[in-house]
């Protein structure tokens, strides 16, 4: 009975002491919250795009800082360019906004060169939190920005360094990024981790890279995962990618936030007293951000922001003697003389062969008198930039049938152009609508290049136009909106006129004449224009 009762007290002992000895070992383990965002191109107001808003990520972001200790916001750049609510006051609109919200750090996109290198310098000085770039050097070799912030959350240290994307001296407007050197982002990231790694606990980069197809195999963030040892996070922007749980590559992984702030990406990183780490990633969704109320704090903002804008926006930059018809029920069915003199300003500012655009994305009417900016924010409200792309004939040809595959429906694919004119015979499939395709007067060649300017939503593969992405993007040539208003203030007297650039022509039998109208238009008349 003595033993019995000796062997419980001792196995009670033992039990009592493996606990207290597996508590006194179990590791301290410490947490950081990274929030981002990447691709917001100056969405500030609720339903840009589709976007929840600012008032409502501001509020998301509040609730996570009340549950969690240490939290971290971030962006990946392309924030402060877009929407003429920031590009007004170059930025600084957008730069007063991510202050207000408690940004730790962005880095540079793409888009944030429109303004050119100097305004991104003077833009970050203007920042309450570091704009990052490591790999951005001028011509002396220093700096353009800051290469890295170091960060300490009770002891947890935190080093984020970031990357700008090397095709921003292609896809930025050449003045802007003159005499600048991007340097290569893997040797960039090598760099930063050797001299990082015995600074910080967690180390995240900061880039703005993306993953598209598109993009050269070394210029992706994935590169940087494949090729550079110990880095935690990458936080990844310029691809618009929607990576609900991040991608794991090798021993990093890569989030990204959609655009638009469509989504708050959220990220949960542990570190345990052996110094391991752990990540694990997720997407709060633009409907879980719309069921929250607007941050009153920042709705004061954007409403004062709002307002004082009204009247830069009443400025008249031309005139027009004829309503200039953007209304959904005629520019979606036929070319009209606002989608002409939208598409004329993108061929002249882009300096491409041909253009073509959705007609959904211009938005309203201007009525004979003044024009003003309003107005162009009214008629192309998205932001859009354009992109040249150089497209084959052939690929050409099935952009113009996906264009055409629900004329005469309105929903808004239907393409306006410039530099070129077709034909769509609605009678036929699918897929074999469009005929009597001409550039500068002569048949589409199906095996020749084109140099064709859209926007940036085609271009991505927007609107069904998956074949766009195919192909290499040759440069970026500024705002959609910034060209119209450079071509209206240039010609003062706008007076674009329907020239028959997009006819509905029903083919014959024989197809050796037909007879073709300007589409929404009465005259008919036969067109010996060649057959595609």
């Known amino acids: ?96 906004l991510m202050n207000a919200m408690g940004y730790g750090a962005m880095t540079t996109g793409n888009h944030e060169f429109n303004y050119g290198a100097s305004r991104v310098v003077e833009l970050a000085a203007m920042t309450d939190f570091p ?52 340097e290569d982002p893997v040797a960039t990231a090598k760099r930063m981790v050797d001299t990082l790694k015995d600074e910080a606990d967690i180390l995240i980069a900061l880039v703005h890279l993306g993953l598209d197809a598109g993009t050269r195999p070394e210029y992706r963030s994935s590169a940087i995962a494949e090729n550079v040892a110990g880095i935690h996070l990458i936080v990844d922007g310029h ?48 409907e879980t951000g719309m069921a929250v109320p607007e941050d009153p704090a920042l709705k004061a903002m954007i409403d004062a922001i709002v307002a004082k804008q009204e009247a830069a926006l009443s400025e008249v930059i031309g005139r027009t003697s004829i309503r200039l018809d953007g209304d959904r029920e005629q520019i979606r069915v036929g070319e009209t003389n606002l989608g002409n003199l939208v598409t004329d300003a993108i061929l002249e500012a882009s300096g491409a062969e041909l253009v073509f655009i959705n007609a959904g994305s211009m938005r309203a009417s201007v009525e004979p008198g003044n024009i003003t900016l309003k107005n162009l924010i009214e008629i192309l409200p998205f932001g859009n930039n354009i992109v040249v792309k150089e497209i084959t004939g052939k690929a050409l040809k099935e952009v113009l049938e996906t264009g055409a595959a629900v004329f005469p ?11 070129m004119v077709y034909a769509i015979d609605p009678s036929q499939a699918r897929g074999s609508r469009v005929h009597d395709v001409l550039i500068a007067g002569r048949p589409l060649d199906a095996e020749k290049s084109y140099f064709a300017a859209t926007n940036d939503f085609l271009a991505a593969g927007g609107s069904e136009m ?26 003062v007297e706008i007076s674009s006129a329907v020239e028959g650039r997009i006819r509905e022509k029903i083919l014959k039998n024989e197809r050796s004449s037909s007879a073709s109208c300007f589409v929404g238009s009465l005259d008919w008349f036969e067109d010996p224009l060649p057959v595609w």
């Open 239 to 286: 691809s618009h990618d929607r990576l609900e749980h991040g991608l794991r590559v090798k021993d990093t992984l890569i989030v990204s936030a959609h655009e638009y702030n469509k989504a708050l990406g959220k990220v949960v990183m542990r570190l345990d007293g052996e110094g391991n780490v752990s990540v694990e990633a997720s997407l709060i969704s633009k």
């Open 409 to 419: 429906g309105s929903d808004g694919s239907l393409l306006h152009v410039a530099g």
């Open 466 to 491: 998956a074949v766009l992405k195919n192909f290499p993007t040759i440069r970026e040539a500024g705002s959609v909106d910034g060209a119209l208003e450079t071509y209206i203030r240039i010609r």
């Open 131 to 182: 704009v990052l770039a490591a790999n951005v050097k001028k011509e002396d070799g220093s700096l353009l920005l800051q290469e890295y912030v170091l960060k300490n959350y009770d002891g947890l240290r935190v080093a984020v360094f970031g990357i700008a994307t090397p095709e921003t001296l292609t896809k930025a407007h050449p003045d802007g990024v003159k005499g600048l050197r991007f």
């Open 1 to 96: 009975m003595e033993g019995t009762m000796l062997r419980k007290i001792y196995s009670f002992c033992f039990v009592l002491f493996f606990l207290v000895s597996t508590a006194l070992a179990a590791p301290d383990v410490r947490e950081l919250i990274v929030l981002h965002t990447n691709d917001m191109h100056g969405r500030v107001l609720s339903g840009d795009s589709d976007g929840m808003g600012l008032s409502r990520l501001s509020t998301l972001v509040k609730d996570i800082r009340e549950q969690h200790d240490h939290v971290l916001l971030l962006d990946a750049g392309d924030a402060l360019h877009g929407m003429p609510i920031v590009t007004l006051e170059k930025g600084a609109t957008m730069v007063s």
